[in-house]
C-alpha cells in the first residue's frame, strides 16, 4: 500500500521568503506524484505532477518540486512567495499506469505573512 | 484540463435525510472518483465510478450509505444517505481526461447536518 506524510502541518513565512513544504511517500511500486493546492473554500487546484522523466518539475504559479527517488520525497519550492500564496497544499500520490485513486498526505498550511 | 461543475455548492441538511450530488463534466471521461473532505482533514477516496458497472467502493464506504449513479461519460452522483453530524464534509468530485495523467476537481460540496 503506499501512503504519504506530509511533514509540516503549518508553514508560516513571510511575503518575498523562499519557502519548501516537504513530502514523504512510502510505495512498494512505481508511482506517480502530485501537489494539489486548495484554496479556501474552493476544490483542489493541481500545482504540478511527476509521472517520469525529469526529476525536477516546474508547475503553476512559480512553484517546483523535486522527485528524489532514494530519499522516498517530493518536495514542493518556491523562491519567493505572494500573499496570495496563502492556502493549503496537499501531497499525494498514485499508483503508476491507468486510472488509480490518489492517497493524499494529511497537509500543509501556508501562512503568508506580509 | 475538463471543466468539472457540482451542484449543490453546499447544502445544510437534517438528520435522517439524504442528499444528492451531481457532478457534471463538459466532457467524456472514463472514470470519475468521489472523495470525501472531513472538517480539517485531507481527502479519502469513498470510491470510484466506471460509466456503465458498478462503483467500486473503497473500505469504510458502503453502497447502502453512499449510492452512486454513471449513467453516461460526462455526468455521476452521489447520494448521502440517512445523513447524521458526522457526515458534514466537503464531498469532491475528481476526473481523469485519460490513463497516467492526473485527477482534476470539482469546487466541492460543502455538506453540514444539524
Known amino acids: 500500500a503506499q501512503s504519504v506524510t506530509q511533514l509540516d502541518s503549518q508553514v508560516p513565512v513571510f511575503e518575498e521568503a523562499p519557502v519548501e513544504l516537504r513530502c514523504n511517500y512510502s510505495?512498494?511500486?512505481?508511482?506517480?506524484l502530485f501537489w494539489y493546492v486548495q484554496y479556501p473554500n474552493q476544490g483542489l487546484q493541481l500545482l504540478l505532477k511527476y509521472l517520469s522523466g525529469s526529476t525536477l518539475v516546474k508547475g503553476i504559479n512559480g512553484f517546483e518540486a523535486e522527485f528524489n527517488k532514494s530519499q522516498t520525497s517530493f518536495h514542493l519550492r518556491k523562491p519567493s512567495v505572494h500573499i496570495s500564496d496563502t492556502a493549503e497544499y496537499f501531497c499525494?500520490?498514485?499508483?503508476?499506469?491507468?486510472?488509480?485513486?490518489?492517497?493524499f498526505g494529511a497537509g500543509t498550511r501556508l501562512a503568508v505573512h506580509p | 484540463s475538463a471543466v468539472i461543475s457540482q451542484k449543490p455548492s453546499r447544502d445544510i441538511c437534517q438528520r435522517g435525510t439524504s442528499l444528492t450530488i451531481q457532478c457534471q463534466v463538459d466532457s467524456q471521461v472514463t472514470m470519475m472518483f468521489w472523495y470525501r473532505q472531513q472538517p480539517g482533514q485531507s481527502l479519502t477516496l469513498i470510491a470510484t465510478a466506471n460509466q456503465g458497472s458498478e462503483a467500486t467502493y473503497e473500505s469504510g464506504f458502503v453502497i447502502d450509505k453512499f449510492p452512486i449513479s454513471r449513467p453516461n461519460l460526462t455526468f455521476s452522483t452521489l447520494t448521502v444517505s440517512n445523513m447524521s453530524p458526522e457526515d458534514s464534509s466537503i464531498y469532491l468530485c475528481?476526473?481523469?481526461?485519460?490513463?497516467?495523467?492526473?485527477?482534476?476537481f470539482g469546487d466541492g460540496t460543502r455538506l453540514s447536518i444539524l
Open positions: 499525494a500520490v498514485s499508483i503508476s499506469g491507468g486510472y488509480n485513486k490518489l492517497i
Open positions: 475528481s476526473v481523469a481526461d485519460s490513463p497516467n495523467q492526473p485527477q482534476h
Open positions: 510505495s512498494s511500486v512505481s508511482v506517480y
